[in-house]
C-alpha cells in the first residue's frame, strides 16, 4: 500500500508515519500544497497512492481545497471511481460542517483526533487496502 500522509503537526504526522509503516511504503508532506504536488507526482511515475490522510487544518492550503484538487486532477485524468484513491480527513475539528464539506467534496472517510487505531484498521480493510 501506498500512503501519502499530509499533516503539519509533528506529533500527530509521527504517529500516523508509525501506524501507517506496518502496511507500506509512506511519505509525508506538510500541507495541502505539497499533498497535491505528492499527488500529481505519484500519477506521473504511474505509482498512484492508496490512500491519501488529510489534516483539515493546515498553512498554504487546507485538506478541503487539496481535496477538491485532487479528486479534479483524477477527473481531468479520467480515473475511473474505483480506482480514485482513497482520502480520510483527519480533524480535531468535530463541526458537522466540517464532516458533511469533507464528503461533499468527496473524501472517502473522516477521522477525528486523537485517532482511534482500531478503528482505522477496520476502514483500512474496508477499503480492502489490508487484509483480514
Partial sequence: MRVLIAEDDFASRKFMLRFFEKYGECDITVDGKEA???FTMSLE???P???????IMMPEMDG????KMIRKIEEENNISEENKVKIVMTTALSETRHVTKAFENGCTAYAGKPINQEKLVAMLKKFNLIEE
Avoid: G, K, P, R
Avoid at 49 to 55: P, Q
Avoid at 64 to 67: G, I, K, V
Fill in 49 to 55: 497512492y492508496d490512500l491519501i490522510c488529510l489534516d
Fill in 45 to 47: 511515475m504511474d505509482e
Fill in 36 to 38: 497535491v504536488e505528492a
Fill in 64 to 67: 478541503h481545497q487539496a481535496l
